[in-house]
């Protein structure tokens, strides 16, 4: 307050030297303004030293009722205390603080009167947190404490000021030094080695060795090549922030060394972040890694106590199945088959043709170890009407129940078999999965968080076109007495051209293979064909969907708030059909469902539309991907999805 009256001193000082000023000059101009001027300007400074006398007597009085409120038993506790301390009314102006206040926080100017608010931007009107408010001033740092009154009836507050700056320094300098591990894998290392003659591949690989250890090493990382294919690096945690901000273009850099062009090399690294110790950094490492390797690999996976984070994934995996790992699985699913009482096999929600027609095939062989076994699934909810009724006439509706007509039949040795899906929240029934101790996955898609991390055999192929081709392979090694009969293999077989688009999209070798073995067991081409037709109304529904699509960014959008008939079929479908326009490398097809709004992402795979869908909650596939976004409205999930689209293409041209 003092300060605040001295700062109106000067300005009346020169008021008043312009007013004489002024009344001199009028004495030459005019004697009866002179007098009237100089009336007026008497009365003014008479005026003036009245309300300075008062004011003066105002900061008096002030100062006194704080040397009242504080008594000299609180004024000698505050000065001992060897912390800065200031005391302010309730609304924050200052009434009193020590000398180390002072000295330290003002550097030696005397701020009475001032709001608190001014000098330290503390927001005193919200209660103290539990570890204090960090302030800097003056190129030092305070933990800041405060509490109300004094134990007087007028309000006031008390702060207390703990310098720590050299403990917040070195706290942040033990934080960025933290040891990080990182493990580097080349993806395809045998496809390159196998493909190239010997001179190729030594410089090949002497460039990808070179380049991984050059990157590492510019970040002042510990690089050791642990086998021929894999690296391991230690470096500070400093050093990782500025690779995840430049999104480790050492994936850009190793991709460019390409000894063809159908074959580029590609890295897959994971990394364990903040890990209280090494030997659990390089765990989490390896955790990433798994996970960065079932998403597709060409890519770096970050994992952190709170979950993962991705980078990278825009190369297309290469096949890097062996039916060595096919029959092995085989028996020890046999195995897990024989040890318990009975099965249930569970897909994903709203079950497709590949989802169904996995269970359904292993459904028969199961069997065939005299073991009872059901499908769970929706009778109500799902995508596959002309098979599932086509099966129920051929003996097979006592086979399919709802989820929640099978919890009386889960024991301590019931096995369940979860198919097309590893994500707990994705299957058919949570209830069910929780209530089974003994879990086996089958599933083809691409890594996400989340997943079934329970299970006995988790049997993931993320190279496979479907999960119906796994399941097909898989029955190859059950055994000649445990064959399927014609229903089921042509059940598998349109699962296999569900995900493949009729052997267009993401096939190998492996696909043609079982397809030639289902085949063999009396698949039927024609009606599995069949399976796929589609009725008028579901035809006019898919074209009225095509027609509202719009091209952004090359990708066609499309999408209805109607609520049209059989849309969870009808707009995948649409989303296929959308990729045959020109100029077009993606397609998404969004409508209304169940309070929000579901996704149906396809590409052709320019673009990776799992990264788009995974912003959006979902996942799926490089080429085909879906996600729900619940509670939202139509316009603001289409808002969502151009977001997501152009943070994948600006993350993409970095």
């Known amino acids: 307050m003092k300060k605040r009256i001295n700062l109106f001193t000067p300005s009346l000082v020169v008021l008043l030297v312009l007013c004489v000023g002024m009344t001199a000059v009028s004495w030459f101009m005019d004697r009866r303004l002179f007098y009237l001027e100089a009336a007026l300007l008497l009365a003014a400074l008479i005026y003036i030293l009245i309300d300075m006398r008062n004011s003066k007597k105002t900061m008096h009085r002030v100062l006194t009722q704080m040397g009242e409120l504080l008594s000299d038993t609180q004024r000698g506790v505050l000065t001992s205390i060897p912390l800065p301390v200031v005391v302010t009314q309730e609304d924050g102006d200052i009434l009193w603080y020590n000398e180390l206040f002072r000295d330290e926080v003002l550097a030696q100017i005397d701020s009475y009167g001032i709001n608190l608010a001014e000098i330290a931007g503390i927001d005193h009107q919200k209660p103290c947190p539990k570890d204090g408010v960090s302030l800097v001033r003056e190129n030092r740092e305070y933990t800041v404490y405060y509490s109300s009154n004094l134990e007087h009836e007028r309000p006031m507050k008390v702060f207390y000021f703990i310098e720590d700056t050299l403990l917040k320094r070195f706290a942040r300098e033990y934080h960025l030094t933290r040891p990080s591990v990182a493990i580097i894998l080349l993806d395809n290392y045998e496809e390159l080695t196998q493909s190239l003659p010997e001179s190729d591949r030594s410089q090949v690989l002497a460039k990808v060795e070179t380049a991984v250890k050059r990157y590492f090493s510019s970040f002042e990382g510990f690089v050791y090549k642990m086998e021929r294919d894999r690296y391991v690096c230690v470096l500070e945690k400093r050093h990782l922030d500025q690779m995840i901000q430049n999104r480790f273009h050492i994936l850009d850099e190793v991709r460019e060394i390409s000894p063809n062009e159908k074959m580029p090399a590609t890295l897959s690294i994971g990394l364990g972040l903040d890990a209280p110790s090494l030997q659990e950094a390089e765990h989490m490492a390896r955790q990433a890694l798994d996970m960065a390797l079932g998403r597709g690999g060409d890519q770096a996976a970050v994992k952190t106590r709170n979950g993962y984070e991705f980078f990278g994934g825009v190369a297309k995996g290469v096949e890097k199945r062996t039916k060595v790992k096919t029959r092995i699985m085989a028996s020890a699913l046999i195995e897990l088959i024989q040890n318990n ?57 006592d086979a399919f129940c709802n989820p929640e007509d099978l919890m009386p039949q889960i024991g301590p040795k019931t096995l369940l078999i979860v198919v097309d899906t590893h994500l707990k929240h994705f299957v058919e029934s949570e209830d069910l999965y929780r209530a089974c101790k003994n879990v086996a996955v089958i599933d083809h898609h691409r890594k996400m968080v989340n997943f079934i991390d329970n299970a006995m055999i988790f049997y993931h192929e993320p190279f496979a076109s479907s999960c119906s081709e796994m399941v097909a392979e898989l029955l190859q090694y059950f ?56 009725s008028m109304e579901e035809y006019q529904n898919r074209t009225k969907i095509m027609t509202s699509a719009e091209v952004y960014r090359h990708c066609a959008i499309a999408g209805t708030a109607e609520a049209l008939t059989s849309i969870k079929l009808v707009a995948p479908q649409a989303a296929d059909e959308l990729l045959s326009i020109s100029d077009v490398d993606a397609s998404f097809v969004l409508y209304e469902y169940e309070g929000g709004v579901s996704f149906s992402a396809r590409s052709l795979g320019g673009i990776n539309v799992q990264i788009i869908m995974e912003k959006l909650g979902g996942g799926g596939h490089m080429t085909m991907a879906g996600a729900q976004m619940n509670g939202v409205a139509y316009e603001e999930a289409r808002q969502a999805l151009l977001e997501a689209i152009d943070e994948y293409y600006d993350q993409k041209n970095k």
Not at 356 to 373: D, E, H
Not at 483 to 494: F, K, N, S, T, Y
Not at 514 to 523: N, P, S
């Open 479 to 534: 055994g000649e007495k445990r064959r399927v009969g014609r229903p089921e293999a042509e059940a598998l077989l349109a699962g296999i051209m569900l995900d493949t688009k009729n052997f267009v999209m993401r096939t190998g070798v492996r696909t043609f293979e079982a397809a030639a073995y289902l085949r063999r067991l009396g698949a039927d081409t024609v009606e599995v064909k069949r399976l796929f037709a589609s």
């Open 341 to 397: 009482d009975n099965v249930i096999l569970m897909g994903h929600k709203f079950a497709d043709l590949d989802c169904f027609g996995s269970a359904v095939g292993l459904l028969k062989a199961i069997k065939s170890f005299g073991k009872p076994a059901w499908i769970a699934i929706d009778r109500q909810k799902h995508l596959v009407s002309p098979l599932f009724e086509q099966l129920c006439q051929q003996g097979y509706d």
